[in-house]
């Protein structure tokens, strides 16, 4: 495989410039925003990662590179980089511990001070500490009663560990199981507006694609954004993964037969607000077409606590499965996850931390947030 990046003032061009080096198979493996010098200053720029097998570079313009294992190698520590990134439940997060009772000054290390050590006194900052990431307080004093049944195992060195054992045994997660069959999986993501729906469909099927090997098609029936059906088919072109569009209800069952030959197609909605019930059920009637596998309600976590829970009723028309929350890079506190989850026992499957497609999303994993909620944290 061989691995190159093009940098180019739109998407567009970067995929052009990708497409006459490396031909039509090549595959897209990573997308950002740069920025560039040109003789009028700084601008930004578009950098796609992209990469194609040896035996489908076009022969008259590269040597063939069967006899560069390196470039082999190179390339699969590129896939198991990025499915470390998204999958692995070590994550790097600069700490786990709660802030000092100052809360404007940071996140601190907790004082160890195994002389005058008062267990009370401890539980006291921890329900302050979860109470300041707002976290509903029925869940903090499920907390600090679980705390209670360890007293006697607990010290200064462990006692954040037991907390955020504690908020773990609180969060459902699940898989998002990936398979060939004779019938093609059908997947489709539902939210509000703007809360990154679009992206996520993105990342997920390149992780699809380029992960697992699936032959990945989408639907959109994203018609009334402007522009949705243009950014889904920009990133069709980069990725080299088909798309169609559904106008109407009736189109849904005739798209999906021309994707028989895939594995896995994922339905791009448009976002709706979930207080327009028309617009909700406008979109459930394209659905309702075809028989969907599993619904995936897509949440922002910058949203409060309230307006999820709102988000997650009001949605309930579409019998979905999962949650996925967006926007962790730029939520000041993670408590409203937790308070929805508690709430309502729908299992996490993704978090998305930026914009980077497909390297910003990370598989849930319940200590992983139970972290992230105590400390305010989240890693990239």
């Known amino acids: ?31 950002r925003m740069i920025v560039g010098d040109n003789s009028s200053g700084k601008r930004k720029m578009f950098e796609i990662t992209a990469g194609i097998d040896n035996i489908n570079l076009k022969s008259n313009r590269h040597e063939i590179l069967s006899n560069k294992p390196a470039e082999e190698r190179k390339f699969e520590e590129e896939l198991a980089l990025l499915k470390e990134k998204i999958y692995s439940k070590q994550r790097n997060m600069n700490s786990y511990s709660r802030p000092s009772k100052n809360f404007e000054s940071g996140i601190e290390e907790l004082l160890k001070k195994p002389d005058n050590f008062s267990l009370d006194t401890e539980l006291d900052e921890i329900a302050d500490v979860l109470s300041y990431r707002e976290v509903n307080k029925s869940i903090i004093k499920n907390v600090i009663k679980q705390l ?21 045994s609180m969060i459902p997660t699940g898989n998002f199981e990936l ?41 959109s029936i994203d018609t009334y954004r402007l522009g949705a059906i243009d950014q889904l088919k920009i990133f069709s072109d980069i990725s080299n993964i088909e798309m169609l ?30 207080k327009d019930r028309t617009h909700l059920e406008t979109t459930k009637k394209f659905l309702d077409k075809v028989h969907v596998d599993k ?3 897509v949440l ?28 962790i890079d730029e939520a000041a506190v993670f408590g409203n996850l937790l308070n929805v989850v508690t709430n309502y026992n729908y299992p996490v499957i993704f978090l998305s931390n930026g914009q980077v497609i497909p390297d910003d999303i990370i598989a849930a994993d319940p200590e992983f947030i139970a972290k992230m909620i105590y400390s305010g944290k989240a890693a990239k």
């Open 1 to 31: 495989m061989q691995i190159k990046k093009f940098v180019a003032p739109t998407l567009k061009d970067a995929t052009v410039q990708m497409k006459s080096e490396l031909g039509d198979e090549a595959i897209i493996l990573g997308s």
């Open 148 to 168: 209670k049944g360890y007293d006697k195992l607990l010290k200064p060195d462990n006692l954040d560990s037991y907390v955020i054992s504690s908020i773990s």
């Open 179 to 219: 398979f060939k069959g004779k019938k093609a999986q059908i997947v489709s993501l539902v939210g509000p507006t703007g809360v990154g729906k679009t992206t996520c469909i993105a990342k997920l099927a390149v992780i699809a694609k380029i992960l697992n090997n699936i032959k990945v098609g989408l639907i």
């Open 245 to 274: 569009v559904a106008y109407e209800p009736e189109d849904m069952s005739g798209l999906v037969n021309k994707f028989k030959d895939k594995d896995l197609i994922f339905i791009d909605t448009a976002g709706r607000s979930q």
């Open 295 to 297: 619904t995936f309600l």
């Open 300 to 327: 922002s976590s910058t949203h409060t606590t309230r307006t999820l829970q709102d988000a997650v009723e009001k949605f309930g028309i579409f019998n979905y499965n999962s949650l996925i929350f967006t926007k």
